[in-house]
């Protein structure tokens, strides 16, 4: 994977991890407020588990150079949560309605906002700053 290709896949994990931070973005969206975005709950997972290859966890983002052992410190929790969610309700079928007001959706979002909040603080880049800035400002 070349420099380019790194950086084009970790704005999309920065992008996804916004997404599953904000249950305001998550309601909007869900709506179907956004063009070209993630618009519904399955999407959004897999938009994380298998467009990033993040079902074994952050492995080979680390050997990549993708993440580093900060951010998969912070973001580790999440991501096993979010995995015995999704599992949890595989088999259910619930609506993006349901499942944006289940308890156990909006503690995990909470999480991930906590993650979210730790994360800004040690972003690499100047870029990446900006980067998450705009995004916040263009979607809250």
Not at 79 to 101: C, G, R, V, W
Not at 126 to 135: G, L, N, R
């Amino acid at each position: 994977m070349d420099d380019k290709q790194k950086v084009a896949l970790r704005k999309r994990w920065i992008e996804t991890l916004f997404q599953f931070s904000h249950i305001e973005y998550q309601k909007q969206s869900w709506a179907g407020q956004y063009e070209n975005h993630v618009n519904d709950y399955t999407e959004m997972v897999c938009s994380y588990f298998d467009d990033l290859n993040l079902d074994d966890g952050y492995l080979k983002f680390m050997e990549d150079g993708l993440t580093s052992d900060v951010e998969v410190n912070i973001w580790s929790s999440f991501h096993s949560n979010l995995n015995a969610y999704t599992s949890k309700i595989e088999n259910m079928k619930p609506s993006d309605q349901e499942i944006i007001k289940d308890s156990q959706w909006i503690e995990l979002t909470n999480l991930a906002k906590l993650s979210w909040d730790e994360f800004k603080k040690n972003l690499r880049s100047d870029a990446e700053k900006q980067m998450v800035s705009d995004i916040e400002k263009q979607y809250l």
